[in-house]
């Protein structure tokens, strides 16, 4: 079974149409791209996936659950994501970023974890440690203290990342996560989100305009224009389909 299935979606804002009959599979485990140019209509895909609008038509199945129409739901269902534009909580340290989600998910899961040993009964000090664990697969423990608005551009986008993870998603959606960052940024967080993966075995959605970013990082690439998914396969066959190329060419 596939972890999030998406058949015949369509979204029209207005007179626009954002999306045309979209159809998007993840199997569990992978780590899938959606590339294609500005205004094609992936940003509007993840907002379908977390129920920010509601689509026009079709179908969104995640873990074998109809999401279709469960608006604002979907993080106690296992989807965190991260967003085009940064939204940290600017005023908050570091280490409160990802400690928030982190009571999120406690609360939401009162019943698994009473079941598992209640986890908000480990108190200040265990949530701590498990947020500086995850603050430190991003080289983030040293600002632990700092304000999140003082960190640098490159440093508050990983942040973001990890402060998704903190809710301990099943689906990590991300949204030009390498957008703003320097190629030796990039490179790290490409290896940074490959690590994600393998070590809480989630599956992984990303958006990205980095064309080269995508070919290296992922195994199944969708690519859309003008609302349309107009290409899906690997990273070889993304390369060599004319349609592709004319969409980055046309640009
Ligand atoms: P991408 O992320 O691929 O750059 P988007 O999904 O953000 O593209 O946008 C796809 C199209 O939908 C664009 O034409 C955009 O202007 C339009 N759109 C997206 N969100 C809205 C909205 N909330 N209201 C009106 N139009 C929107
Ligand atoms: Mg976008």
């Known amino acids: 079974m596939n972890l999030l299935s998406i058949k015949n979606l369509s979204k029209n804002f207005g007179g626009i ?7 998007i599979e993840l199997k569990k485990g992978s780590l899938t791209g959606l590339i294609g140019p ?27 659950v109809n999401i279709t ?35 999120l998910h406690v609360e939401y899961g ?33 600002f632990k203290m700092n304000l999140a608005k003082n960190l640098p551009y490159g440093e508050q986008r990983k942040l973001e990342i990890a402060r998704a993870l903190a809710t301990k998603p ?11 960052m320097n190629p030796q940024e990039t490179k790290e967080l490409l290896d940074t989100v490959k690590f994600v993966r393998d070590k809480f075995n989630i599956t992984v959605f990303l958006i990205e305009h980095d064309m080269s970013f995508v070919m290296e990082l992922c195994e199944d ?30 640009e």
């Open 110 to 142: 009162i019943l698994s974890s009473f079941l598992q040993g209640p986890k908000y009964l480990k108190g200040e000090k265990a949530e701590d440690n498990e947020a500086i664990e995850l603050l430190k697969i991003f080289n983030l423990d040293k």
């Open 38 to 64: 500005n205004g094609a209509g992936k940003s509007t895909v993840f907002n379908m996936i977390t129920g920010i609008y509601p689509p026009s038509s079709g179908t969104i199945t995640f873990n074998g």
């Open 170 to 180: 099943l689906l990590l959606l991300l949204d030009e996560p390498a957008a703003g």
């Open 17 to 23: 149409k954002a999306l045309i009959d979209v159809n």
């Open 221 to 250: 690439i969708y690519v859309m224009d003008y609302g349309e998914i107009i290409a899906h396969g690997t990273p070889d066959e993304i390369k060599r389909n004319p349609k592709v190329i004319a969409a980055y060419l046309g």
């Open 69 to 103: 129409t469960k608006p604002y739901k979907n993080t106690k269902l296992g989807i965190a994501r991260t967003f085009q534009n940064i939204r940290l909580f600017k005023n908050l340290t570091v280490l409160d970023n990802v400690k928030i989600p982190e009571h």
